[in-house]
């Protein structure tokens, strides 16, 4: 189980450094937008995504 959850933080790495590698500078764009989010809509996105990769999680089981 371990190794699965090393497995799941590496790809998590990977997917995060994509946009940055690739597009630096939209990638700083995006992140003032985030910035300026008030904390409830912050929430919200997090929960949002995280409920997605639940859902993927449960459909690929």
Avoid: K, N, Y
Wanted: glycine share 8%; net charge positive; with cysteine.
């Amino acid at each position: 189980m371990l190794q699965d959850l090393m497995r799941a933080l590496a790809l998590m790495l990977v997917f995060e450094g994509i946009m940055p590698f690739l597009m630096p500078s939209r990638w700083l764009g995006i992140l003032e937008i985030m910035a300026a989010l008030q904390t409830r809509h912050m929430r919200a996105l997090g929960l949002t995504s995280m409920l997605v990769g639940c859902g993927i999680l449960v459909l690929l089981r």
